[in-house]
């Protein structure tokens, strides 16, 4: 059974940092591409950023670009999300996704910025 | 950035109607384009990849199509679970985006 179990949400202050972690299971974690994707409180969903299944290709939306920092584990089935420089705006449900044919999605992590 | 726009923002329907969701692109997505499902509380769910493609396990009644930058999502007979909020979303070019979202409500 396919698992992403995601960590590491809570809340923070306006400058300040948070990782949020997700957790892969029951599939090759090494060989598929993986998102993030965020959900602010009663809007939209967001495509934030994306890792290719070697780790060499990597993009991200303007809105996070140079504040966010999105890498993988693959010998630990671990894809991060480094958040810095956290703003109001950023506050969301964050959801690790493998965006694929196959399309699984973590549980979803609530991140809150605010003093 | 390609802008996904959807309409209606919102449809009030009754269980058994047939009903056809809009996403129109700022620029060509080829066929790139899928449409997710998604309930309060839950992560989105896939329903078509590739503009017209069921994932798996996807029941028929959806069916996807268009092309360019015209796309539609039709469900042919509602039914009492499909009455929630439906994305699209460009996988042509980076960023990927989403569309806004269509609610589909009960009247």
């Known amino acids: 059974e396919v698992q992403l179990v995601q960590s590491g949400g809570g809340l923070v202050p306006p400058g300040g940092s948070l990782r949020l972690s997700c957790s892969v299971s029951?599939?090759?974690?090494?060989?598929?591409?993986m998102s993030w994707v965020r959900q602010a409180p009663g809007r939209g969903l967001e495509w934030i950023s994306y890792i290719s299944a070697n780790g060499n290709s990597i993009y991200y939306t303007k809105s996070v670009k140079g504040r966010f920092t999105i890498s993988r584990d693959s010998a630990e089935n671990l894809l991060y999300l480094q958040m810095n420089n956290l703003r109001a705006e950023d506050t969301a449900i964050y959801y690790c996704?493998?965006?694929?044919?196959?399309?699984?999605w973590g549980q979803g992590t609530l991140v809150t910025v605010s003093s | 950035e390609i802008v996904l726009t959807q309409s209606p923002a919102t449809l009030s329907l009754s269980p058994g109607e047939r009903v056809t969701l809009s996403c129109r692109a700022s620029?060509?997505?080829?066929?790139?384009l899928a449409w997710y499902q998604q309930n309060p509380g839950q992560a989105p769910r896939l329903l078509i990849y590739?503009?017209?493609k069921r994932a798996s396990g996807i029941p028929a009644r959806f069916s996807g199509g268009g092309s360019g930058t015209d796309f539609t999502l039709t469900i042919s007979t509602l039914e009492p679970e499909d009455f929630a909020v439906y994305f699209c979303q460009q996988r042509y070019d980076w960023p990927w985006t989403f569309g806004q979202g269509t609610k589909v409500e009960v009247k």
């Open positions: 590739d503009t017209s």
């Open positions: 620029q060509r997505v080829d066929n790139y």
């Open positions: 996704a493998r965006q694929d044919i196959g399309d699984f």
């Open positions: 029951g599939f090759k974690f090494s060989d598929y591409e």
